[in-house]
């Protein structure tokens, strides 16, 4: 028998999947870009989560792997980096950028 810890996976995906839904459900009452970033998100997460739970039940197999890959390096990292252009006002990084570095050393 695998110890419970190995479960967490299949818990997480479950949570995430919950967390999609709802999100999902406020973006389309309220709208705003931030709001479908963060659904996307709980996704990617899930999907992530849910490559993991498949190890847990069936093994390792390189196929999953690669998926778990895509989900959690490479979507996650575009989702975050999309989220922040979102959300953040046109020209706030370049102006804290110039001054962190025109601050004296």
Known sequence: MRPAVQYIPIATTVLALAFFVVLLKRWRQRGGPHLLWFAVGALTYAAGTITESVTTLFGWNEGVFRAWYITGA?????RSRRAR?????????????????????
Do not use: F, K, Q, V
């Not at 490479?74 to 575009?78: D, G, I, S, T």
């Not at 006002?89 to 601050?103: H, K, M, Q, V, Y």
């Open 85 to 105: 252009c979102t959300c953040t006002p046109p020209g706030a990084w370049l102006t804290a950028s110039r001054s962190r570095s025109s601050s004296p050393s």
């Open 74 to 78: 490479l979507m996650a990292e575009h």
